[in-house]
């Protein structure tokens, strides 16, 4: 390669001189010219490809760079996503507890246990199955509330409402019906055992509050009644009331079976 330099020199040289003949210079001079011109030509060539290079290296590395912005955009919008459906289903979570829940004593609310009863209706009807439910009320509750205060009386369902709960067989279920009123559910249960469970839930009711030194004594009368097939649940509901009101009737701090 190094000698081409040289052999150009050389015919420049030559060329200036005029020491050839002139014919020959001629020819010379039009092959070096073509040769300058090619010479030129390459190099605008190699130019325009080193260009071309460059650009395609730099358009490889902005979609690199866009492909890499893109991917954090979506591990962004993914994250998000994740944090809004989690947040979805905690705030689900808490408007079904609400929606089902007694927020003074965590026992389930009125609106479950009306719809669990219909249920339980459902597959008596369906399987002929016997169930029971008790109407718990607690006795004098006003005079609790009137002597110790209404954070007391508070504090008197909230006890009533965890020796309810704690005292249940495990497919039993109980709810704050209302005010100072619980009502039980016995699935698979006759009349008459039902009647021991309410018994034995009412003894433990008034132990559980006499273990307390900061509430009065508490005591709840039980209005008990086994479902009749081809009854609604009003009826149902209607006699347990009516047992209640018996067990008020008789002097309280019982439980009376319809
Ligand atoms: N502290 C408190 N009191 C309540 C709540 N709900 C209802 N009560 C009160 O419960 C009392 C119920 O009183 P009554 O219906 O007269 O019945 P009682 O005093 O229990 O008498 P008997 O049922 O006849 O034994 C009322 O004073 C209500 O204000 C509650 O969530 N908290």
Not at 43 to 55: K, V, W
Not at 179 to 203: D, H, K, Q, S, T
């Amino acid at each position: 390669m190094s000698e081409i330099p040289d052999l150009e020199a050389r015919i420049e040289a030559l060329l200036r001189d005029n020491a050839a003949d002139p014919a020959v210079l001629a020819l010379l001079q039009e092959l070096y010219d073509r040769y300058r011109t090619q010479e030129r030509l390459l190099d605008r060539l190699t130019h325009i490809s080193d260009r071309f290079q460059r650009a395609e290296r730099d358009r490889g590395q902005s979609y690199a760079e866009n492909y890499q912005r893109k991917v954090r955009q979506i591990e962004k919008i993914v994250r998000i996503s994740d944090q809004y459906q989690s947040m979805l289903r905690d705030l689900n979570d808490r408007l079904h507890t609400i929606s089902t829940q007694d927020e003074l004593t965590g026992l389930p609310n009125r609106r479950f246990m009306q719809a669990r009863l219909t249920q339980e209706i459902a597959q008596a009807e369906r399987n002929g199955s016997d169930f029971c439910i008790a109407l718990a009320d607690i006795d004098r509750f006003k005079a609790i509330n009137d002597s110790c205060g209404h954070a007391a009386g508070d504090t008197a369902l909230a006890q009533v409402a965890e020796a309810l709960a704690g005292n249940l067989r495990e497919y039993d279920v109980c709810a704050r019906w209302g005010g100072e009123e619980f009502l039980m559910l016995f699935p698979g249960c006759g009349g008459e055992a039902a009647l021991v469970l309410g018994e034995r839930i009412r003894n433990a009711i008034e132990a559980d509050a006499s273990r307390r030194p900061d509430l009065p004594p508490i005591t709840v009368s039980m209005g008990l009644t086994q479902f009749r097939p081809g009854e609604n649940l009003d009826a149902t509901l209607k006699r347990a009331d009516d047992a209640l009101y018996a067990a008020k009737a008789a002097g309280r701090n019982r439980a009376v079976l319809a």
